[in-house]
C-alpha cells in the first residue's frame, strides 16, 4: 500500500504543477496524448511489450503481454518540455512446450503500476526521465504442476515473491545523420521485497543506436537496423551483472508502432523471479509489436 499511496502523491503533485503551470509559455494539458515520452528501454526485461522471445538452446519460450500508456500531459511548446503521467501494466510468462495447442506455462512475473515522465528537446538532442512505481510478483503455475504424481515439477515449490519498487531512469537522446543514439542509467529501490534475502537496491544502465538509411522503406514506411545493450545490477541475494544484447529490425518509425524482430543474447540472474536464486544464459530469437 506504501507503493501507491506514493503513486497516488506524485499523481497529484503533478496535476497541481500543471495546473499552476497552465497558461504560462503557452501551456496546454492534454488528455490521452498521441506517442509516448518516455519510449521503454529496448533491452531492459522489465519493459512492457507485445511479443515472443524463443529461446534457441532448448524448448523454451518468452511470452510478453502488456502496454504502457500516457494518461495526460502537460506541453509547453515555447520550452520544447513535455511532462507526462501514465500507467504501465504488463507481465511475461514461460513456456516450457506445448501439448498439442496448449502451451504449458510454467511460470508468470506481473507488473501493474505508473510512471511519471519528462522529455526536454533541444536542436538536436533530447533529455528524458521517466519514475515508475510498480508491484511485481511472481508465481508458479499449472504448467510446473505434474498432475499424475500431484507434485511440482523439479521438486520447486511456489514462494511468495514480490517486490514494491519505485525506479527513476535518466537518458540522453542525440540525433545523428544515420538515425539515434540514446543512452541512460538508472537506480531504483523497493520497499517492500519477498523473500527477504533479495537486496533492495537496483541499478542499470545500456545504449540503444538505430540505422534508418542503410535498408530501404518497406511500403512507404522507414526500416531501421538497431544494436541495444542493458545492464542490469541487483542483488539475488549476491550482486551480480545481468547483460542482454539485442541486434534487430524495426519496421516503421522508431518511436511510432510497428513489429520487431530480432536476435538475442542473455546472460545473468534468471528471468523470472521463482527462479531468483538460479542463473540463465540462453540465445534466442524474438518479435514484438510497438504500440506507441
Known amino acids: 500500500m506504501k507503493a501507491y499511496t506514493k503513486l497516488i502523491l506524485c499523481l497529484s503533485i503533478t496535476l497541481t504543477l500543471m495546473n499552476k503551470l497552465d497558461g504560462q509559455q503557452s501551456a496546454q494539458i492534454i488528455f490521452l496524448p498521441e506517442g509516448i ?48 503521467a501514465g500507467i504501465d501494466f504488463f507481465a511475461y510468462a514461460l513456456s516450457t512446450g506445448a501439448e498439442g495447442l496448449r502451451l504449458q506455462i510454467d511460470a508468470i512475473d506481473g507488473f501493474f503500476g505508473g510512471n511519471l515522465s519528462f522529455s526536454k528537446q533541444t536542436e538536436r538532442n533530447k533529455i528524458q526521465a521517466r519514475l515508475r512505481i510498480l508491484h511485481h510478483s511472481a508465481h508458479l ?35 545523428k545523420p544515420f538515425g539515434n543514439l540514446r543512452y541512460y542509467g538508472g537506480i531504483s529501490y523497493a520497499t517492500l521485497v519477498r523473500p527477504a534475502v533479495l537486496k533492495r537496491f537496483e541499478y542499470l544502465g545500456g545504449v540503444e543506436i538505430y540505422f534508418d538509411n542503410i535498408i530501404e522503406s518497406v511500403f512507404n514506411n522507414p526500416t531501421n537496423i538497431y544494436l541495444a545493450y ?25 518511436y511510432s508502432k510497428g513489429p520487431c524482430i530480432y536476435f538475442a543474447y542473455y546472460s545473468g540472474n534468471h528471468m523470472f523471479g521463482e527462479y531468483y536464486d538460479k542463473r540463465l544464459q540462453t540465445v534466442g530469437l524474438g518479435f514484438t509489436v510497438d504500440f506507441f
Open 230 to 254: 542493458n545492464l542490469l545490477i541487483n542483488g539475488m541475494p549476491k550482486y551480480i551483472g545481468s547483460n542482454q544484447i539485442q541486434v534487430g529490425l524495426k519496421f516503421g518509425k522508431w
Open 37 to 84: 515520452n518516455f519510449p521503454p528501454l529496448r533491452s531492459n526485461i522489465t519493459e512492457p511489450r507485445i511479443g515472443i522471445f524463443k529461446f534457441l538452446d532448448n524448448s523454451n519460450m518468452r511470452i510478453d503481454i502488456g502496454n504502457t500508456i500516457n494518461l495526460i500531459m502537460l506541453e509547453i511548446p515555447g520550452l520544447q518540455t513535455r511532462f507526462t
Open 141 to 175: 503455475v499449472d504448467g510446473h504442476y505434474n498432475l499424475n504424481t500431484n507434485t511440482w515439477l523439479d521438486n520447486r515449490e511456489p514462494i511468495p515473491f514480490t517486490k514494491d519498487f519505485g525506479e527513476l531512469v535518466l537518458a540522453h537522446v542525440v540525433t
